[in-house]
Protein backbone atom coordinates (compact mmCIF):
# COMPACT_ATOMS: atom_id res chain seq x y z
CA UNK A 1 0.00 0.00 0.00
CA UNK A 2 1.24 3.40 -0.80
CA UNK A 3 -0.30 6.95 1.09
CA UNK A 4 -0.31 9.91 -0.97
CA UNK A 5 -0.77 13.34 0.93
CA UNK A 6 -0.68 16.34 -0.94
CA UNK A 7 -0.09 20.02 0.41
CA UNK A 8 0.34 23.20 -0.99
CA UNK A 9 -2.44 24.42 -3.00
CA UNK A 10 -4.69 27.51 -2.68
CA UNK A 11 -5.39 31.02 -4.65
CA UNK A 12 -2.70 32.34 -7.00
CA UNK A 13 -2.86 34.89 -9.43
CA UNK A 14 -2.07 34.25 -12.80
CA UNK A 15 1.63 34.91 -13.79
CA UNK A 16 2.68 34.02 -10.37
CA UNK A 17 3.99 30.95 -8.44
CA UNK A 18 2.83 28.21 -5.86
CA UNK A 19 4.46 24.43 -5.10
CA UNK A 20 2.57 21.28 -4.46
CA UNK A 21 3.98 18.91 -2.79
CA UNK A 22 3.25 14.97 -2.15
CA UNK A 23 4.35 13.02 1.11
CA UNK A 24 4.17 9.13 0.09
CA UNK A 25 4.22 6.39 2.67
CA UNK A 26 4.45 2.73 2.54
CA UNK A 27 7.12 0.18 2.47
CA UNK A 28 7.04 0.21 -1.24
CA UNK A 29 5.90 3.89 -2.05
CA UNK A 30 9.95 4.65 -3.22
CA UNK A 31 9.65 2.02 -5.98
CA UNK A 32 6.41 3.92 -7.58
CA UNK A 33 6.50 6.40 -10.16
CA UNK A 34 4.58 9.93 -8.93
CA UNK A 35 3.27 12.07 -10.23
CA UNK A 36 0.08 14.48 -10.78
CA UNK A 37 -3.40 14.56 -12.49
CA UNK A 38 -5.58 17.51 -12.13
CA UNK A 39 -9.51 17.39 -12.99
CA UNK A 40 -11.85 20.86 -13.27
CA UNK A 41 -15.28 21.05 -12.77
CA UNK A 42 -16.56 19.57 -15.41
CA UNK A 43 -14.00 18.23 -17.37
CA UNK A 44 -12.41 15.04 -17.41
CA UNK A 45 -9.43 13.95 -15.12
CA UNK A 46 -6.03 14.83 -17.32
CA UNK A 47 -2.13 14.13 -16.66
CA UNK A 48 -0.24 16.70 -15.77
CA UNK A 49 3.72 15.40 -14.76
CA UNK A 50 5.53 12.73 -13.42
CA UNK A 51 8.99 11.36 -12.11
CA UNK A 52 10.12 7.92 -12.40
CA UNK A 53 10.83 5.91 -9.54
CA UNK A 54 14.38 6.26 -10.07
CA UNK A 55 13.78 10.16 -10.51
CA UNK A 56 16.04 10.18 -13.80
CA UNK A 57 13.14 10.56 -15.66
CA UNK A 58 10.34 13.60 -15.98
CA UNK A 59 7.04 14.03 -17.99
CA UNK A 60 5.22 16.30 -18.71
CA UNK A 61 1.55 17.24 -20.61
CA UNK A 62 1.94 19.74 -23.19
CA UNK A 63 -0.12 22.46 -22.01
CA UNK A 64 2.04 22.71 -18.73
CA UNK A 65 5.55 21.88 -20.33
CA UNK A 66 8.06 24.76 -19.93
CA UNK A 67 5.78 26.23 -17.03
CA UNK A 68 5.82 23.21 -14.35
CA UNK A 69 8.45 21.36 -12.98
CA UNK A 70 8.10 18.48 -11.30
CA UNK A 71 11.19 17.18 -9.02
CA UNK A 72 12.15 15.17 -5.94
CA UNK A 73 15.13 15.63 -3.48
CA UNK A 74 15.51 11.81 -3.09
CA UNK A 75 13.18 8.43 -3.58
CA UNK A 76 12.13 9.22 0.39
CA UNK A 77 11.24 12.83 0.24
CA UNK A 78 8.38 14.92 -1.19
CA UNK A 79 7.48 14.58 -4.98
CA UNK A 80 6.96 18.94 -6.00
CA UNK A 81 5.18 20.49 -8.22
CA UNK A 82 6.40 23.46 -8.96
CA UNK A 83 3.89 25.61 -10.70
CA UNK A 84 5.31 28.94 -12.69
CA UNK A 85 3.04 31.38 -14.57
CA UNK A 86 0.02 29.57 -14.05
CA UNK A 87 -3.13 30.64 -16.01
CA UNK A 88 -7.07 30.81 -14.88
CA UNK A 89 -7.40 27.18 -16.92
CA UNK A 90 -5.03 25.24 -14.48
CA UNK A 91 -7.57 26.06 -11.96
CA UNK A 92 -8.25 22.64 -11.01
CA UNK A 93 -8.17 19.55 -8.59
CA UNK A 94 -4.62 18.24 -8.30
CA UNK A 95 -4.39 15.01 -7.13
CA UNK A 96 -1.05 13.62 -6.51
CA UNK A 97 -0.65 9.56 -7.81
CA UNK A 98 1.27 6.37 -7.89
CA UNK A 99 1.97 4.14 -9.93
CA UNK A 100 4.55 1.40 -11.26
CA UNK A 101 4.72 2.50 -14.65
CA UNK A 102 4.80 5.78 -15.92
CA UNK A 103 1.95 5.12 -18.60
CA UNK A 104 -0.05 3.51 -15.92
CA UNK A 105 0.48 6.78 -14.18
CA UNK A 106 -0.91 8.27 -17.23
CA UNK A 107 -4.25 6.79 -17.31
CA UNK A 108 -4.90 4.60 -14.21
CA UNK A 109 -2.87 5.01 -11.06
CA UNK A 110 -2.83 2.51 -8.68
CA UNK A 111 -2.70 4.99 -5.42
CA UNK A 112 -4.14 8.72 -5.02
CA UNK A 113 -4.30 11.31 -2.62
CA UNK A 114 -7.12 13.33 -1.59
CA UNK A 115 -6.35 16.10 -4.00
CA UNK A 116 -5.38 19.91 -3.53
CA UNK A 117 -7.91 22.43 -4.71
CA UNK A 118 -5.54 25.22 -6.92
CA UNK A 119 -7.40 28.29 -8.40
CA UNK A 120 -6.05 30.58 -10.63
CA UNK A 121 -7.09 34.38 -10.57
CA UNK A 122 -7.10 36.20 -14.06
Known amino acids: QVQLLESGGGLVQAGGSLRLSCAAS????????KGWLRQAPGKEREFVAA????????YYADSVKGRFTISRDNAKNPVYLQMKSPKPEDTAVYYC???????????????WGQGTQVTVSA
Open 97 to 111: AAAQGIETLRTGPEY
Open 51 to 58: ISWGGGAT
Open 26 to 33: GRTSSYYA
